[in-house]
């Protein structure tokens, strides 16, 4: 159990990486750029309440405040991306909703660091 925990925090931390990355991309004008950061948005909203539920079967202490708030936060990131995604398939730009994703993102890595 201890090693399937492990390796689902390795997944949400590349999911991470996914989300700034596709942030950083679509900044440089790289076209895949947005779907890296959606797929990397829906990826840690997954993998964060797989991680929930592998540790309550572990009988690990959860922070249950610090959880709801990093899916409150989450969803907002998945929010944030989706509507971005759905004006670039029409044509549009929304870098301010990609700004956001971003910098909800970096309250999340926060909040699960340093609460
Ligand atoms: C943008 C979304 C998210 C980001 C950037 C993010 C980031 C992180 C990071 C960096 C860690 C490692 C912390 C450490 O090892 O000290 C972590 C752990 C964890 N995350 Fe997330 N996370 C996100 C979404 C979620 C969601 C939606 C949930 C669940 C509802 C969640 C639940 C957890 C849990 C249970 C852990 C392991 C235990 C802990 O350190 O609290 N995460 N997350």
């Known amino acids: 159990m201890e090693l399937l925990i492990g390796f689902v925090v390795v997944l949400h931390f590349l999911g991470m990486a996914s989300i700034t990355g596709g942030w950083v991309a679509t900044f440089l004008g790289a076209d895949r750029g947005l779907q890296l950061l959606v797929w990397g948005a829906r990826a840690q909203l997954l993998l964060g309440l797989i ?3 592998l540790l309550e079967m ?4 959860l922070n249950y405040a610090k959880v709801g708030v990093k899916l409150v936060v989450a ?3 998945v929010a944030c991306a989706e509507i971005a995604s759905a004006k670039s398939r029409r044509g549009g730009a929304a ?5 956001a994703a971003a910098a909800l993102t970096v309250v999340n890595v926060a909040v699960a660091v340093l609460w």
């Open 95 to 99: 870098p301010n909703l990609l700004n």
């Open 58 to 61: 572990a009988s690990e202490d």
């Open 51 to 53: 991680l929930v539920g």
């Open 75 to 77: 969803l907002a990131v």
